[in-house]
């Protein structure tokens, strides 16, 4: 026994089903905007990244940004990150790069405890030839968790800028709290700043 559908069923049928469809086809809309550009939303919080601070005029520091905090580098206006950890930088952070016009500048060191052994002094001195640098500025400094590389890589600055070493280990202990290493303020102690001298005041 076949039951018949009565026009006007059919009509009320075919509406619901022309309503999911739009429905359906709005969120994917939807989805698809957001996740290309999340941090687009203007009324996204701005949410700093882990341990960020100021460095100077231009420079900045932090730990690991995650995409919570892309509108907040959003704000940073930045042209250049220094990236100081040897894995590969996420996809979703090169995007965000890339579709903002920040280049990338890594400097990949070994997150090891013992820096006085493993960090080449070399790659200290070619990022902060690249930090100094006003055409790369504003520039954010960051690692895994803005403690130690990044901590390092500050201190090694603030001895160009003629910082007592009191100062610099206050300002390192500060952000790496109770994982504060010796061997780390041993090597900034021991850093040798002869070779960029040249940099002028108004870079440091």
Known sequence: MQ???????????????????????????VGAVFSIEPWVDAAAVL???????????????SGFPAADNFAFLLSLKLRSIVYL????????????LEQNGVKLHQF???????????IPEEKIREA?????????????????????RTGCVVGCLRKLQKWCLTSVFDEYQHFAAAKARSTDQRFMELFDTSSLMHLTASQC
């Open 3 to 29: 039951l018949e559908i009565s026009p006007r069923q059919r009509s009320q049928q075919q509406k619901e089903e022309e309503g999911e469809h739009q429905q359906r086809a709005g969120e994917e809309a």
């Open 128 to 148: 902060l030839k690249v930090i100094l640098d006003v055409r790369n500025q504003p520039v954010l400094i960051h690692c895994k968790r803005g403690k130690h």
């Open 47 to 61: 949410v700093p990244p882990l341990n960020f601070a100021e460095v100077n005029d231009g420079i900045f520091r």
């Open 85 to 96: 950890c040897p894995e590969p930088y996420p996809e979703e952070n090169t995007r965000f």
């Open 108 to 118: 990949g060191i070994d997150g090891s405890k013992e820096l006085l052994v493993n």
